[in-house]
């Protein structure tokens, strides 16, 4: 595979060196001369000096056989700048963008970039799980926000502790993925039996999370666990 990033800063440094160690075709563009210089002590020819923004460096590195881009850059009208041309004169396939500021999100996905990554978002996430989910840890968010992954350690209270899963009446819209006892992993079936200590490996739409979480471990309904869905981004 063939990855083009764009922005020589410390997650493009540490992208570049992982992929070229795991044996992918890469290359790095970076404007300052001296960040340049320095990373090709490093890395070696993979590293270009150029304005990524530019057609003629996008040509010189041949973004038009490129197989994913990512532009990483400190400067998010930079980084759109690089996944529109990408995208829509070099017809590169895939092309993710660090978005700085969590705002413009949106417009980067209306603007046809593939994923965007927010630190801001992700971090302001945690902190939403910390405060608002209690045992019930959020794992991942799947197609826009539209599935969660979500975990949960079962404690004596639970109310799920000594039924089987066929006895268990989940949400409609989820399911149980897997459940982790001590270094076992066991795949669901109706008669499996939740015992204290379980992790159970769930599947939800985010209306459903706080059913699910009464569901699996009881108490109070707690508000639904904030992340950057696509329809939060849209209210």
Same mark, same amino acid.
């Given at each position: 595979m063939y990855v083009i990033v764009v922005g020589g800063g410390k997650v493009g440094y540490y992208l570049t060196r992982t992929l070229v160690a795991e044996g992918h075709e890469v290359t790095l563009? =970076?404007?300052? @001369?001296?960040?340049?210089?320095?990373?090709?002590t490093e890395l070696g =020819?993979? &590293?270009?000096?150029?304005?990524?923004?530019? *057609?003629?460096?996008? !040509?010189?590195? %041949?973004m038009?056989? $490129?197989?994913?881009?990512?532009?990483?850059?400190?400067? +998010? =009208?930079?980084?759109?700048? *690089?996944c529109q041309m990408a995208k829509h004169r070099f017809e590169v396939a895939r092309t993710i963008a660090r978005v700085n500021d969590p705002k413009n999100e949106e417009i980067f996905?209306?603007?046809?970039?593939?994923?965007? #990554?927010?630190?801001?978002? #992700? &971090?302001?996430?945690?902190? !939403? !799980?910390?405060?608002?989910?209690?045992?019930?840890? #959020?794992?991942?968010?799947?197609? @826009?926000?539209? &599935?969660?992954?979500?975990? @949960?350690?079962l404690t004596e209270e639970a109310p799920v502790v000594g039924k089987i899963l066929q006895d268990i009446r989940l949400p409609k819209s989820s399911v149980i993925a897997a459940l982790i006892r001590e270094e076992s992993v066991l795949l669901p079936s109706g008669?499996?039996?939740?015992?204290? %200590? +379980?992790?159970? &490996?769930?599947?939800?739409?985010?209306?459903?999370?706080?059913? #699910?979480?009464?569901?699996?471990?009881?108490?109070?309904?707690?508000?639904?666990?904030?992340? $950057?869905?696509?329809?939060e981004r849209k209210k």
């Open positions: 563009v =970076e404007k300052d @001369a001296r960040r340049a210089a320095a990373l090709r =020819e993979v &590293i270009t000096r150029g304005d990524g923004c530019e *057609v003629r460096t996008m !040509q010189e590195m %041949g038009e056989r $490129a197989d994913c881009v990512v532009a990483v850059t400190g400067d +998010d =009208e930079d980084n759109l700048v *690089v996905a209306l603007l046809g970039v593939d994923h965007t #990554l927010s630190g801001t978002r #992700l &971090i302001y996430s945690l902190i !939403q !799980q910390e405060v608002d989910v209690g045992e019930m840890v #959020l794992l991942s968010a799947l197609k @826009a926000g539209k &599935i969660e992954i979500v975990s @949960a350690e008669t499996m039996e939740f015992m204290e %200590g +379980d992790t159970v &490996i769930a599947l939800a739409h985010p209306e459903d999370e706080p059913t #699910l979480r009464t569901c699996l471990l009881g108490g109070v309904t707690k508000s639904p666990i904030t992340t $950057a869905t696509e329809e």
